[in-house]
């Protein structure tokens, strides 16, 4: 150790920076530091880019930041999680509340401008229904985009809005047609997070190198068939392939503007016909089954399928209006996984209703200003548009041009303007941000 008074102290200081400290204090360092500002640094020397970029220093910066996630949940501050419409896109933006994920204003680092002038949405009638899906899903943080243009071959993509990290796939086997098409992606995810019984906390475990993905299309049709055609692209061949499908209950999935398919444990749902499509890319790519919807189930375009904590679930609203329902209700209901009876060897599912509740007494007093302040050309335009994924009961709701995000349980609610475009007719996309960037995994050469 140099004393103070020693003539060669303040030459010593001055030749201590940050390239002269060893790993453990860097990573002790970066681990602090938001995903923003360490890709930023990954450009600074080689020896900071290999830190980064090793999975051993993933698992430390995830381990660290679900420590701190959890005090955050402790507060109950459930409400206050950075969520947007990332303007004027179909995309609704949640992401935990994380250091992580402080970034200041969000919507200045997350941007679909890379989609082009091809992309951009427009209000345009004639034009609707070829730029209407250009966001089509997401999964694991990576979304997939493309134009479904009809009589023509469309081109997907895939991308991570936060790395700005993308994809090109080859083109669609079959050119898209007037009715639409649904699109369904599934990625496996980068990382999970398992209990440590040593020390009895959690843990970053991370995938094998080689992770997959699929993209999942299925042309549009009105009638119901027990069986159709898919098209699934593979990411560890680079190419798509067309199924046959068998759907022995049958399933109808004419083209409904707010429809969006949701990914949940590797399988896709798919809304359409009164039923819910389910369908494995990964186990049986030929066979596929359904879920009936709710009795009293009413219109599907009035219905928003999603998963919040890990369970699948479903939602109406508004409800048909009739004497038996106020203006403005709703229902929500979690999919329930039944035991395999005596004489079966299958597992039965049905849907539990889990919420009734009338949003003016939710909001209480100040509905009656939100409906005020509508502007024309959003006036009656409610949907709900997705459910928290972290926060169970809480769903985002539109409601003219404002985004709602409420919990139905405590109906604690904040409010947020949304001043693009009318999502009456778009089908709005939960991208849920991950803690680490999913890296898109590569197709072979």
């Not at 360490?38 to 290999?50: A, N, P, Y």
């Not at 999935?253 to 949701?262: E, I, K, N, P, R």
């Not at 819910?276 to 375009?301: K, M, Q, T």
């Not at 003016?360 to 409906?371: C, N, R």
Request: aromatic share 12%; hydrophobic share 35%; proline share 7%.
């Amino acid at each position: 150790t140099i004393s103070p008074s020693s003539p060669n102290y303040h030459a010593s200081i001055s030749n201590t920076t940050i390239n002269n400290l060893f790993d453990d204090s860097l990573t002790e360092i970066f681990c602090k530091l938001p995903c923003k500002s360490l890709f930023t640094c990954k450009s600074v020397s080689k020896r900071w880019l290999t830190l980064i970029s090793n999975p051993n220093f993933h698992s430390l910066f995830l381990t660290h930041q679900h420590t701190l996630f959890q005090k955050t949940q402790a507060l109950g501050e459930d409400l206050d999680q950075p969520s947007f419409i990332l303007k004027p896109y179909n995309a609704l933006v949640i992401t935990p509340n994380s250091p992580s994920l402080q970034l200041g204003p969000l919507e200045n680092h997350l941007s679909l401008s890379f989609l082009g002038p091809n992309f951009e949405p427009t209000n345009i009638v004639p034009q609707l229904r070829s730029v209407l899906k250009f966001v089509f899903a997401c999964s694991n943080g990576l979304l997939v985009y493309g134009n479904p243009r009809p009589r023509h071959r469309c081109i997907y993509h895939i991308r991570n809005p936060l790395t700005k990290d993308s994809l090109e796939l080859p083109c669609a086997l079959t050119l898209c047609d007037h009715a639409g098409v649904l699109v369904g992606f599934t990625c496996d995810p980068y990382y999970h997070l398992e209990t440590d019984k040593t020390k009895n906390a959690k843990v970053s475990i991370f995938s094998a190198s080689q992770r997959r993905f699929r993209v999942v299309r299925i042309p549009a049709f009105s009638d119901t068939r027990s069986a159709f055609d898919v098209e699934v692209f593979y990411s560890e061949t680079g190419k798509w392939k067309n199924f046959l499908v068998s759907c022995p209950k049958g399933f109808a999935c004419g083209f409904f503007l707010t429809a969006s398919s949701v990914e949940h444990e590797g399988k896709l749902y798919f809304m359409g016909g009164g039923r819910v499509l389910v369908y494995d890319p990964y186990e049986n790519e030929r066979v596929a089954s359904v879920i009936e919807l709710p009795r009293g189930f009413g219109e599907a375009y009035r219905g928003c399928l999603g998963v919040s904590c890990g369970t699948l679930q479903l939602s109406e609203f508004p409800i048909s209006p009739s004497s038996a329902f106020e203006a403005y209700s709703g229902s929500a209901w979690e999919l329930k996984h039944c035991g395999k009876g005596e004489e079966t060897t299958t597992t039965t599912t049905t849907w539990e209703l889990v919420h009734e509740f009338c949003l003016p007494e939710v909001v209480g007093p100040g509905f009656e200003e939100l409906k005020a302040n509508e502007s024309e050309n959003v006036k009656g335009c409610s949907r709900i548009l997705a459910f928290h994924p972290y926060v169970r009961d809480t769903v985002f709701l539109k409601f003219g041009d404002n985004i709602i995000c409420c919990n139905l349980l405590t109906r604690r609610f904040k409010v947020s303007k949304y001043g693009g475009l009318s999502l009456l007719f778009y089908p709005v996309i939960p991208i849920v941000i991950p803690w680490w960037p999913t890296p898109i995994p590569a197709l072979p050469l």
